[in-house]
């Protein structure tokens, strides 16, 4: 082959080349989808991991409650509590697990995309994205919402992504999850729109159970209290009391506020990463309401 030859395929060798890349990076996702990406995985992080600590405080708190009725007025006759030396009455571990379960495959899915869409091969993006399968297997009703060839899809999509058409796979990955985890994302929301419903969810119920007779014993023991020893005791578990009810009438109610703007703004992120036409707003939405949930929390905690 003479020199002509060799500049002629090597040039056809570039332009070939030329051509895929100027393709493939068609394919690849948009700085606007990047946005919409991360401000959802941020906030689904946010939402899943301050709920599932909220969760566990709200058991602490019925335990502290419980113990500091006892002490004050000693066994009730209330029959709605129940077998009284069953401290946790109502966020019984198993119940509790199972919750939790929801929550925290809310916070990994959050946190796979964030990690799927800055970084392709970080531990971090393995970890979320085995936690986000496993939390889904916790569920009982995930079954009935996604399949296994779906579970399948989403556990192995992220292992295909790299090698040299980076952006283009990254963005099959992003696509392929969100449109395959969008029926079990949905259904997680419900459940904590069900479960923490501060008027009808069972988590409220089984707090106020607790909290009003508590409130109620402290109150007349501060009413009665002769000494600073006596009033202080009153108060601390008025304290108590006090705590579980901001957070059954602040924090729940911003948890399905969060969920309900988070179901919406799935459906949103769905055509965000498969039309070109779609809006921020409801992301935007989403990403105001689990900010306010967490902010909520940092102010009303009292550690």
């Given amino acids: 082959m003479d020199t002509s030859d060799h500049l ?10 030329t051509v895929l890349l100027g393709t493939f990076t068609g394919c690849a996702l948009t700085a606007k989808q990047k946005v919409a990406v991360r401000q959802f995985g941020g906030s689904a992080a946010t939402l899943g991991d301050v709920t599932s600590s909220e969760l566990r405080a709200m058991r602490d708190d019925t335990v502290k409650m419980t113990i500091e009725r006892l002490l004050l007025g000693g066994e009730s006759k209330d029959p709605n509590l129940g077998d009284q030396t069953s401290l946790d009455r109502g966020f019984e571990v198993k119940r509790i697990e199972t919750v939790s379960g929801a929550t925290r495959a809310l916070a990994a899915y959050g946190k796979s995309l964030e990690a799927l869409v800055d970084d392709m091969q970080s531990a971090e993006l393995i970890t979320a994205s085995n936690e ?9 009703t995930m079954k009935e919402q996604l399949s296994d060839k779906q579970l399948e899809s989403i556990g192995t999509v992220i292992q295909d992504v790299g090698g040299f058409w980076i ?7 992003i696509t392929t999850i969100v449109k395959e985890s ?3 994302v949905e259904h997680l929301c ?5 479960d923490f419903d501060p008027d009808k969810g069972w988590v409220a119920k ?4 607790v909290e ?9 023991a501060l009413k009665d209290g002769r000494t600073y020893n006596d009033r202080k005791i009153a108060l601390e578990a008025f304290q108590f009391a006090h705590g579980s009810r901001m957070r059954r009438t602040e924090v729940l109610k911003r948890v399905i506020d969060s969920a309900t703007a988070m179901k919406k703004a799935n459906g949103t992120l769905v055509q965000a990463v498969t039309n070109s036409a779609w809006s921020f707003q409801d992301i935007q939405d989403f990403a105001q309401k689990s900010y306010s949930l967490q902010t909520a929390v940092k102010i009303i905690v009292i550690e």
Avoid: H, Y
Avoid at 132 to 140: D, E, I, N
């Fill in 212 to 220: 009003d007779p508590l409130m109620a014993e402290a109150t007349n």
């Fill in 8 to 17: 002629t395929a090597r040039w056809c060798g570039i332009l070939t080349l």
């Fill in 167 to 173: 952006e283009w796979k990254r963005k099959q990955a």
């Fill in 206 to 209: 089984q707090l106020q159970i």
């Fill in 190 to 194: 419900d459940l904590l729109i069900r």
């Fill in 132 to 140: 986000f399968v496993a939390s889904l297997g916790r569920v009982p």
């Fill in 182 to 184: 969008q029926n079990a």
